[in-house]
């Protein structure tokens, strides 16, 4: 029988042990949280508010409205909206669990406190080549999402713990991170969760509904919008979409709004890389998504061409160029990488 939980012993042993006297912790998902990062926060808080510790998330930033839903939601910290709060709450603690990232530069301007904090510090995460600030480190690149790890933890702990806003927030991140159970790194063990995460109170209909059929007209808009950009690289399965300020603006975008589109590249016949690079006119950067089907790492592309990283088939990168430029750097960049199609 294959077990269902790959924990390395050491960090489930560690985490316990520190687990038997109360804490004082502090939780922090990745600067735009989506459903993972948002969803093994709040799970993670739940559990240990209901183990008697003192437990608060804090996010770098805002989170898009189709997240809005989630249990424990309207007690995020925001860095942005809260500084003060978060300072005294990063500063006072006395473990920070990090999570669905493994380099502190992804927390943006946290990135500072949490590491002059003197707490310990515990990653828990499925991205590839983590980074070692970490006191305690829950990593494992075949994990199909942050929500399963911190499943597998609380299986552990206390198999009666889960709580429908346990379940709730769990079955979000999974469904989200595994393109609905069809990406390569969902497995048996990752439905055996879902099945035990349905039984203990989430309802799968109810938060597909509230996910994926809660769209703004101006999202359908700017996708449609996008989709009319799409362009392929010739001779290549390679396929690219902008969105300016400008086109962003003129359909009312708000955060969230984008979330996806990328994929939609990947539903082309024989397209293997799709790329979609969107203009922040307030940071000044290109924010770039790309997506991948089978061999071709768009991590290691990412993280040579565009400063970022991120999974096997899923990853993001930054540009500080204007987006013709980028554009054009993307085309390069393709054509250099083009003998691995
Ligand atoms: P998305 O395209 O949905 O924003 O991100 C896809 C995956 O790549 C996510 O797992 C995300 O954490 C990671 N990712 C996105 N942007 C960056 C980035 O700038 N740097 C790194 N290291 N990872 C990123
Ligand atoms: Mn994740």
Redo the contacts with the bound molecule.
């Keep these: 029988m294959v077990s269902s939980l790959c924990m390395d012993k050491h960090f489930i042993t560690s985490l316990k042990k520190k687990l038997e006297t109360p804490q004082k912790a502090v939780i922090i998902p990745?600067k735009?949280p989506?459903g993972d990062a948002l969803g093994s926060t709040l799970a993670l808080l739940h559990f240990l508010i209901q183990n008697k510790h003192e437990a608060v998330v804090i996010a770098p930033n805002e989170y898009p409205d189709f997240l809005n839903w989630l249990p424990g939601q309207e007690a995020v910290l925001k860095y942005n909206r809260n500084p003060k709060d978060v300072r005294y709450k990063i500063e006072s603690a006395t473990l920070i669990f990090t999570l669905?990232?493994n380099?502190l530069?992804?927390i943006g301007d946290l990135e500072p406190l949490v590491q002059k904090a003197k707490a310990d510090k515990i990653m828990i995460d499925h991205?590839e080549s983590p980074d070692n600030y970490a006191t305690l480190m829950y990593s494992d690149v075949s994990m199909s999402s942050t929500c399963e790890m911190v499943y597998n933890i609380i299986k552990d702990m206390d198999p009666n713990g889960f709580t429908p806003d346990i379940s709730e927030c769990l079955y979000t991140g999974i469904m989200t991170d595994t393109g609905s159970f069809r990406y390569p790194a969902t497995t048996p063990a990752t439905h055996r969760a879902i099945a035990h995460l349905i039984e203990t109170g989430a309802s799968g209909t109810e938060i597909h509904q509230r996910i994926y059929d809660s769209a703004s007209f101006s999202r359908l808009k700017l996708l449609g919008l996008t989709l009319s950009n799409l362009k392929q690289i010739p001779n290549l399965p390679v396929v690219y979409m902008t969105l300016s300020q400008k086109e962003l603006n003129s359909c009312d975008y708000k955060k969230g709004d984008t979330?996806g589109f990328?994929n939609y590249g990947l539903s082309l016949e024989g397209i293997i890389f799709s790329c979609i690079m969107i203009e922040n006119e307030n940071e000044g950067i290109i924010?770039i998504?790309?997506?991948s089907q089978g061999e071709f790492s768009v991590n290691d592309f990412?993280?040579s061409y565009f400063?970022?990283?991120?999974?096997h088939n899923?990853?993001?990168?930054?540009s500080s160029d204007s987006i013709e430029t980028t554009v054009a750097r993307f085309i390069e960049s393709v054509q250099e990488v083009a003998h691995k199609f």
């Excluded at 400063?307 to 999974?311: E, F, L, R, V, Y």
């Design positions: 990745h735009n989506d669905d990232f380099h530069s992804r991205h979330e990328v924010k998504s790309f997506r990412a993280r400063n970022g990283g991120g999974h899923a990853a993001g990168g930054m």
